[in-house]
């Protein structure tokens, strides 16, 4: 299975490989995600090296909320999150309740 795993992240690595040498600065131009839908602008450094990290270990695409696999579709539009769908949901109706408190 994790074999498999790593098949499907192949593309997104690659990308974050290109995505992590243009941050750093060694790439003069902006490079052409094939995969990823990633908003280069605001996106840190460190969090990509973070989830290159984690791709080389094996951790990558894992909820830090309840530890499931985050679906492929939806690292591919945030390849960086740490959250799954339904805990990204189950944090904005907290953060919303929070705010609508606090007004
Ligand atoms: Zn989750």
Redesign the pocket.
Known sequence: MAEKRDRNFAPIERDLIQVEAFLSGELDEAPKCEVLDLELAGTELKEVRRALTQLKRGTYGV?I??R?QIGIERLRVRPLTH??R??MHADEVRERAISARLR
């Open positions: 909820c909320d309840c499931e959250l799954c339904h805990c």
